[in-house]
């Protein structure tokens, strides 16, 4: 079950650097405007918010439903964002909202979803963000997680062609799970994303997170980048390690 993954983190384990030098920003963005051609003009950016919903989830869950209004705002400044909510709990339950512009009504989901015990369903988030980018381009996936209970052989096949595509993960973690973790850092690897680790009890850690990527997906890397230079250290540890 996704709760009894808590196991403390390894002696040495390495956070990603909460800035990095500005040389080494500008080299980052002439390299990732190669990677990613920019949204054609007047089109919005289209986020998809990924959370594991099983039982040890409920602080995070909670912590969210306060938060995620804010990447509408930070996006709203850039073009706009659409989300789309997905989530998986229980016996095999993995589903998905339609495509939403607004954080009220992304909010009211999230508040009529509660969580249930169950195995986590990686890979069907990351199947699902292929299959939606290949009907309309996906410009980044969050996923919010603190466990991981598949093949990671499976999910790195996964990640790899959603990498193809162009489309980032971002992966967020709760917690000390040395398995998940290890994992994690290989889906955003694989995506040329970026993973960070959050303490539930800081909730602005998490906002700032999510804040960057919804700002990364509604106007891409230059507005990622200057969001960096207002000092959002969120931007900061996703830019640090894009590539």
């Not at 800035?19 to 950016?45: H, Q, V, W, Y």
Request: hydrophobic share 45%.
């Amino acid at each position: 079950m996704a709760e009894n993954r808590k196991t403390p983190a390894p002696t040495g384990t390495n956070e990603p650097a909460a800035a990095s030098p500005r040389p080494e920003i500008d080299a980052f963005i002439k390299r990732a405007r190669t990677l990613a051609p920019p949204r054609e003009a007047g089109t919005r950016g289209r986020l998809i918010f990924a959370l594991d919903a099983t039982m040890s989830r409920q602080p995070t869950w909670d912590v969210a439903c306060g938060l995620q209004a804010d990447m509408f705002r930070e996006a709203a400044a850039i073009g706009g964002l659409d989300v789309q909510l997905l989530y998986f709990r229980g016996l095999g339950e993995c589903r998905a909202s339609g495509w939403v512009s607004d954080g009220a009504r992304l909010a009211n989901l999230m508040t009529r979803i509660s969580v249930r015990g169950g195995h986590t369903q990686i890979g069907k988030v990351l199947s699902h963000a292929r299959r939606e980018t290949e009907k309309a381009k996906v410009q980044a996936l969050v996923y919010v997680g603190d466990a991981m209970e598949e093949a990671i052989d499976d999910l790195s096949a996964a990640a790899g062609q959603l990498g193809l595509l162009g489309v980032p993960a971002f992966v967020f973690q709760e917690g000390h799970d040395p398995i998940a973790e290890q994992a994690f850092r290989e889906i955003a690897r694989l995506t040329h994303g970026a993973y960070c680790r959050f303490d539930v009890a800081a909730a602005h850690e998490l906002g700032e997170l999510l804040r960057a990527a919804a700002v990364y997906a509604a106007g891409g890397v230059k507005a990622l980048a200057d969001l960096s230079a207002r000092r959002n250290t969120g931007a900061q540890k996703l830019l640090a390690q894009m590539r």
